[in-house]
């Protein structure tokens, strides 16, 4: 079974500094996608990034790059440059190869300080 | 503009009612899923459907069940509802490919049980 841990339950940071959160998984397939949601206090469930197993390079998007440990099954997220926007909570997740058994990690309330 | 439509954005229901969550999808994605999240754990899968008329059981199907007819529509039933389902529900949809698809949300059901 796939399972998706998140050991930061809340997070602080200054504006403009850089802030990772973390994560590791556990899965026994060899192919598998590892996402990164975001969730504001309005609810909403924005995508924010996505990892391949099998991409050599991490992902990067914006300001938003995955650390993607392999061998330690860790996918960290890094959010540079911080801004009081980011305040909110942040969920790792992954997906099978068909994209169905899609679970997520408990979260992490991450709060940006002025 | 993609869209997953959840019926209600808040419902209130007495303990043994039967509760019907609806939720449908615009995008003509094969996978749908339904969600429970609570604070501190994060989004859990109560079931999954990857087709007409197939679903899968997630990490918390006890107390639910769906129902899938047509491909854009996606049913939670709560045959029984008691307390302990007092919860946010959230439908998501996806098209496979090779797990890269990210998850489509709606926004969410917040269901009290009295």
């Known amino acids: 079974a796939q399972k998706i841990t998140q050991t930061q339950p809340g997070m602080f940071v200054q504006e403009k500094e850089a802030v990772t959160l973390d994560c590791t998984y556990d899965t026994s397939d060899p192919s598998y996608g590892l996402f990164w949601y975001k969730q504001p206090s309005s609810g909403e469930m924005i995508f924010l990034i996505y990892?391949?197993?099998?991409?050599?390079q991490n992902a990067t998007e914006g300001r938003y790059s995955l650390n993607f440990q392999k061998a330690r099954k860790s996918a960290n997220l890094v959010i540079s440059a911080s801004q009081l926007g980011d305040s909110a909570m942040y969920f790792c997740?992954?997906?099978?190869?068909?994209?169905?058994?899609?679970?997520f990690g408990p979260g992490t309330r991450l709060s940006v300080l002025p | 503009d993609v869209k997953v439509t959840q019926s209600s954005r808040y419902l209130v229901k007495r303990t043994g009612e039967k509760v019907f969550l609806e939720c449908v999808q615009d995008?003509?994605?094969?996978?749908m899923f339904w969600y429970r999240q609570d604070p501190g754990l994060g989004l859990r899968l109560i079931y999954f459907?990857?087709?007409?008329?197939?679903?899968e059981k997630g990490d918390i199907p006890e107390g639910y069940s769906v129902s899938r007819e047509k491909k854009e529509r996606f049913s939670l039933i709560l045959e029984s509802a008691s307390t302990n389902q007092t919860s946010m529900y959230l439908c998501a949809s996806s098209t496979p490919s090779l797990g890269r698809e990210k998850l489509f949300f709606g926004s969410g059901t917040q269901l009290s049980v009295l």
């Open positions: 459907s990857y087709d007409v008329k197939m679903k």
């Open positions: 997740a992954m997906s099978d190869n068909y994209g169905q058994n899609f679970v």
């Open positions: 995008m003509d994605h094969e996978n």
């Open positions: 990892q391949g197993s099998y991409d050599q």
